[in-house]
């Protein structure tokens, strides 16, 4: 598929979005929040719905868990228009409560075409919503700055899922915003090691499931190396860093750690 039918492909996605009617939370939206961003990136970032402002402007993550989202992103040398940003639900759930399992089920269909449509090398859930999509039954405060392999049932086809705390709540906890530094400083590592895998693996070839695979820990590193974006975006070497079953297999692009 080219950027420009990727393009036109998230579009038609995002025109149903915006006229859905599939759900209750269609009732309270000013406006349908498909998601935004680049159409040929590897990186998606998934949260869990639209909160006040996003339903007024129609595009997520622009209040001030937004505005940290772009900071944590901007540390690694990263920009929001490099990346595909969305959420598991696309309309505001009234007073911002959390999505209801029914709603995220109803929705669900749009997120998993916009992640077979961009078909991704790395998903980085934002908050425990979306980190039950992709992870289930894992527990956000045990598995933050963990990746494990997507299922491919979810969208992507060969793509590993990193979790993140949403960045709303480093924003209510200085200890979960410091948690969030640390874990976005792996995020490049962890696309390395995605594109690595995706190369060892075939890029047609689909991932396997995910419970039956060993968790990848991306995080030991210490906050001193966390709070220098440039070396953040070096993989710290050291067994520890790759998977519990050996090396990330040796990749071309693993030094080539911008999106592009
Ligand atoms: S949240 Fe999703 S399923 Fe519900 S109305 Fe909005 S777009 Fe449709």
Redesign the pocket.
């Given at each position: 598929m080219t950027d420009d039918e990727r393009e036109a492909a998230l579009e038609a996605i995002a025109a149903e979005?915006r006229v859905?009617?599939?759900?209750r939370?269609?009732e309270g939206?000013t406006r349908?929040v498909p998601g935004e961003g680049s159409a040929s990136t590897e990186v998606v970032f998934v949260g869990e719905g639209p909160g006040f402002h996003e339903d007024r402007e129609g595009r997520p993550f622009v209040g001030r868990a937004g505005a940290l989202l772009t900071t944590l992103l901007g540390s690694v040398g990263w920009r929001r228009e490099d990346v595909f940003i969305t959420n598991v639900?696309?309309?505001r759930p009234p007073e911002n409560r959390d999505p209801a399992p029914d709603?995220i089920a109803?929705?669900a269909p749009?997120l998993r075409r916009q992640l077979e449509v961009l078909d991704p090398a790395l998903v980085v859930t934002l908050g425990r919503h979306s980190l039950g999509t992709f992870m289930p039954g894992a527990r956000i405060s045990q598995v933050h700055g963990t990746a494990r392999p997507a299922d491919p049932g979810r969208g992507p086809q060969a793509a590993l899922v990193f979790a993140m705390y949403h960045p709303a709540a480093a924003l209510r906890t200085p200890e979960i915003e410091r948690q969030c530094v640390i874990d976005m400083a792996a995020v490049p590592a962890t696309l390395a090691a995605a594109r690595a895998r995706r190369s060892s693996a075939g890029r047609a070839a689909p991932a396997p499931a995910g419970p039956a695979q060993p968790e990848m820990t991306m995080t030991d590193q210490t906050p001193d190396q966390a709070a220098r974006p440039a070396a953040a975006a070096t993989p710290p070497p050291g067994p520890d860093h790759s998977a519990p079953s050996g090396p990330v297999p040796a990749d071309p692009a693993a030094d080539q750690l911008t999106l592009f």
């Open positions: 979005v859905c009617t599939s759900c939370l269609h939206r349908a639900v696309k309309c709603e109803a929705c749009y």
